[in-house]
C-alpha cells in the first residue's frame, strides 16, 4: 500500500524553493486583493492626472462658455449669463441666459469636457421627427390658389406676444407702407392667448389703437416691436396715439368680450389656454389655428414667407392687374422671431414656426 501523502516539512519546501508555501497558500488572497487595490488606486491616480491634464473644471467651463458668447455670438452690447454648469452625460451642460425683461429667456447648451467643442442649443429628436413630419405633411397637400380682386383683403391673425406673430409684423409693416391704400388691410387675433395676461392686455390695446385710430397702428407697431412689454405707454406717445381714447375702449372691449372674466375662468380655457374672443367668429371662418395666419382674398396664404419681399409677393398675387407699387425692392432678409431689430437666414427665416397647432 503507498504511504500516505503527507504535506512537505519546512525545510523540504526550502529546498525545491518555495519556503513557506502553506502560509502564503493562506494569505494568498489578502495578497491579491491589496495588489489590485494598489494598482486601481495607480490607475486612477493616472487618470486623475490626465484628466486634470485635458479637461476644465466646472469654474473654468463657465468662464469659457460665457466669454466665448459675450466675445463672439452677442451683439449690440448684450451680455449673456451663465446660470448653472453641471456634468451630463459625459459633457458640460451649460444654462445660458439671455434677454431682458419679458425677453428673458434660459437656453440649454452643452460644452466638451475638454472645452474644444460648444453646442449652443438642443435638439429634441422626437419632437424634431414630430415637427418635420408635420412640414411634409403640410408640403404635401395642394396649395389653395388666391383668387383675384381690384383690391386684396389682407387679414393677418397673430398673438401680441407670439414670437413668429412679432416676426411677420416686422416683416409685413414695409409692404403696408408700400402698398398703402391699394389694399384693405386688417390685423386680427387668433382666438386664444399662450403668453400669459400680459398677451391678452396688449391684444386689447392694440386692437382699440387699429379701431380708433387705424393709420396710427404701424407707427406703433414699428416702436413696440423693437423692445415689447414695458414700452406700451412711450410708444403710444412717440406714435400719436389718443391714450385716453385707447384706455377707455380696452376697458369696453374688456367687458363686451369677456377677456379678464375668462381669463379667471379656467373653464373656458382651449386647454390650458385662455381664450380671446374678439375675432372669434373670423378664426372659425378660416380655420385659424395659430400665430401667425395670413389671410389673402379669403385664402390662407400658406406659402408666404417673413421677410418683407415674400410677404409683397404673396399679397400681389390677389391682384387682378398688380400696380406698380408690387415692383418695390423690399428686403428679402427675414426679421428675427421676438421682439428686436435682428434678422435671421437660410432655413430658419422662413421655416413656417408658429405658435399654437
Known amino acids: 500500500?503507498?504511504?500516505?501523502?503527507?504535506?512537505?516539512k519546512a525545510a523540504e519546501c526550502c529546498e525545491k524553493g518555495i519556503c513557506g508555501c502553506e502560509k502564503y497558500k493562506k494569505h494568498l488572497p489578502k495578497i491579491i486583493a491589496v495588489a489590485l487595490l494598489v494598482i486601481a488606486l495607480g490607475g486612477f491616480a493616472y487618470y486623475k492626472l490626465v484628466w486634470s491634464k485635458h479637461n476644465l473644471t466646472q469654474a473654468q467651463a463657465k468662464a469659457k462658455v460665457e466669454s466665448f458668447i459675450n466675445d463672439n455670438l452677442m451683439q449690440g452690447g448684450a451680455k449673456a449669463n451663465i446660470t448653472s454648469v453641471a456634468k451630463e452625460n459625459g459633457m458640460f451642460k451649460v444654462m445660458v441666459e439671455i434677454g431682458e425683461g419679458a425677453q428673458k429667456q434660459e437656453i440649454t447648451s452643452y460644452l466638451s469636457t475638454d472645452g474644444s467643442k460648444f453646442f449652443p442649443s438642443v435638439m429634441d429628436i422626437a419632437e424634431t421627427e414630430k415637427q418635420m413630419a408635420g412640414q411634409k405633411e403640410a408640403a404635401a397637400k395642394p396649395v389653395a390658389e388666391v383668387p383675384k380682386t381690384d383690391k386684396p383683403t389682407v387679414e393677418l391673425f397673430v398673438m401680441s406676444y407670439c414670437p413668429y406673430g412679432t416676426q411677420i409684423e416686422k416683416g409685413i409693416l414695409p409692404v403696408l407702407n408700400t402698398l398703402g391704400s391699394?389694399?384693405?388691410?386688417?390685423?386680427?387675433?387668433?382666438?386664444?392667448?399662450?403668453?400669459?395676461k400680459k398677451e391678452l392686455d396688449e391684444n386689447l390695446r392694440q386692437y382699440c389703437i387699429q379701431k380708433n385710430q387705424p393709420a396710427k397702428l404701424s407707427a406703433y407697431l414699428t416702436c413696440f416691436l423693437k423692445k415689447g412689454e414695458g414700452t406700451e405707454a412711450s410708444c403710444i406717445t412717440s406714435s400719436g396715439v389718443a391714450s385716453a381714447t385707447v384706455a377707455t375702449c380696452m376697458k369696453q372691449a374688456d367687458t363686451q368680450f369677456n377677456v379678464t372674466k375668462n381669463f379667471e375662468d379656467k373653464s373656458t380655457y382651449q386647454g390650458t389656454f385662455p381664450p380671446f374672443e374678439v375675432d372669434k367668429a373670423d378664426n372659425d371662418k378660416y380655420g385659424v389655428?395659430?400665430?401667425p395666419t395670413l389671410i389673402v382674398n379669403g385664402v390662407e396664404a400658406s406659402s408666404a414667407g417673413r421677410d418683407s419681399a415674400s410677404l409683397l409677393k404673396s399679397i400681389c398675387a390677389g391682384f387682378k392687374t398688380e400696380p406698380k407699387e408690387c415692383s418695390a425692392s423690399l428686403s428679402s432678409t427675414a426679421p428675427a422671431p421676438g421682439f428686436g431689430e435682428g434678422t435671421v437666414q437660410?432655413?430658419?427665416a422662413n421655416s413656417g414656426a408658429a405658435c399654437g397647432s
Do not use: L, R, T
Request: charged share 40%; glycine share 6%.
Open 1 to 8: 500500500m503507498d504511504e500516505e501523502k503527507k504535506e512537505p
Open 346 to 348: 437660410g432655413a430658419a
Open 289 to 291: 389655428k395659430g400665430s
Open 182 to 196: 391699394k389694399i384693405n388691410y386688417k390685423m386680427k387675433f387668433v382666438s386664444y392667448a399662450m403668453h400669459e
